[in-house]
Antibody
Framework: QVQLQQSGPGLVKPSQTLSLTCAIYGDSVSSNSAAWNWIRQTPSRGLQWLGRTYYRSKWYNDYAVSVKSRISINPDTSKNQFSLQLNSVTPEDTAVYYC?????????WGQGTLVTVSS | DIVMTQSPDSLAVSLGERATINCKSSQSVLYSSNNKNYLAWYQQKPGQPPKLLIYWASTRESGVPDRFSGSGSGTDFTLTISSLQAEDVAVYYCQHYYNPPYTFGQGTKLEIK
């Protein structure tokens, strides 16, 4: 049973960088079959896929077009985790952020982190 | 982007009765090379992350009760709960994972009548 544990601040100031980490237990971030995703959820926009990182002999990333200029998702093999960085945040980025493991569907999810963008 | 549209937005069903939720994708999510539909269903309860119920459109995730079933192919899919239990009250989402971005439906809120 794979478990994901999220960490990171719940409050970020406008124009600053949102940073979250997802620690992986029971699998490897370098898995050749899984992909590691970030998703966010708001009442108005629902569930929004942000991007993913995955390893298939080398590292790959896919990002949602809506955040592509501001987002970076990176693996950390030494700590078996992956991270989300979202630059130049605005109040529109206020949401519950989830990390999730993809193998087919999203079988494992982090607990969720409410991130509020406010001064 | 593939747009996922669920119907209805909300649904009230009596305990023990059947609940049916529909999901339509704006383009086919059937991958011809392996004949698999890249479609999943999730259940979300308040304060919790979504929980995977069904993947490949009709494969039940381990531990999910067999009253949950998925069907459909191409662009039209259905989640059926054969006999509604009180613990099934939740919001249900479909999602495609055919190619990025992996979009979700808007959700269907299921309540007890």
């Amino acid at each position: 049973q794979v478990q994901l544990q999220q960490s990171g601040p719940g409050l970020v100031k406008p124009s600053q960088t949102l940073s979250l980490t997802c620690a992986i237990y029971g699998d490897s971030v370098s898995s050749n079959s899984a992909a590691w995703n970030w998703i966010r959820q708001t009442p108005s926009r629902g569930l929004q896929w942000l991007g993913r990182t995955y390893y298939r002999s080398k590292w790959y990333n896919d990002y949602a077009v809506s955040v592509k200029s501001r987002i970076s998702i990176n693996p950390d093999t030494s700590k078996n985790q992956f991270s989300l960085q979202l630059n130049s945040v605005t109040p529109e980025d206020t949401a519950v952020y989830y990390c999730a493991r993809q193998e087919g569907g999203y079988k494992s999810w982090g607990q969720g982190t409410l991130v509020t963008v406010s001064s | 982007d593939i747009v996922m549209t669920q119907s209805p937005d909300s649904l009230a069903v009596s305990l023990g009765e059947r609940a049916t939720i529909n999901c339509k994708s704006s383009q086919s999510v059937l991958y011809s090379s392996n004949n698999k539909n890249y479609l999943a269903w999730y259940q979300q309860k308040p304060g919790q992350p979504p929980k995977l119920l069904i993947y490949w459109a009709s494969t039940r995730e381990s531990g999910v009760p067999d009253r949950f079933s998925g069907s459909g192919s191409g662009t039209d899919f259905t989640l059926t709960i054969s006999s509604l239990q009180a613990e099934d009250v939740a919001v249900y989402y479909c999602q495609h994972y055919y190619n990025p971005p992996y979009t979700f439906g808007q959700g269907t809120k299921l309540e007890i009548k």
